[in-house]
């Protein structure tokens, strides 16, 4: 299984952004997936998952309403649309993918098996 996170970038307030994971050496539609971010001496924390079939979605508080998470199994690709973006959304965003999962995205950083290497995120204000 290899994942490829893409998209991020310096971003000023407001701005939007469209990261994208890419998944390869597996069969996509199998895999529940999640994005998750790390700050710079923070824990990494959950930001939005999306079930097996794309229909179920969640969010952290935090990015309730200016994140939109979803998902192309045709095209073994899944995104992660910020809007209005913030200066606490820097951070180093990942993409994570476990088979165990099916109608729900878990939100705990050891529910997932596979991980991307990460794309930094920074927005200035």
């Known amino acids: 299984v290899q994942l490829q996170a893409s998209g991020g970038g310096l971003e000023q307030a407001g701005d939007s952004l469209r990261l994208s994971c890419a998944g390869s050496?597996?069969?996509?539609?199998?895999?529940?997936m999640a994005w998750f971010r790390q700050a710079p001496g923070k824990e990494r924390e959950f930001v939005a998952g999306?079930?097996?079939?794309?229909?179920?979605?969640h969010y952290a508080d935090s990015v309730k309403g200016r994140f939109t998470i979803s998902r192309d199994n045709a095209k073994n690709t899944a995104y992660l649309q910020m809007d209005s973006l913030k200066p606490e959304d820097t951070a180093l965003y990942y993409c994570a993918f476990d088979q165990r999962f099916s109608d729900y995205a878990p939100s705990r950083p050891s529910d997932y098996y596979y991980w991307g290497q990460g794309t930094q995120v920074t927005v200035s204000s």
């Open positions: 050496r597996l069969t996509f539609s199998t895999y529940t």
């Open positions: 999306v079930s097996l079939s794309g229909r179920s979605t």
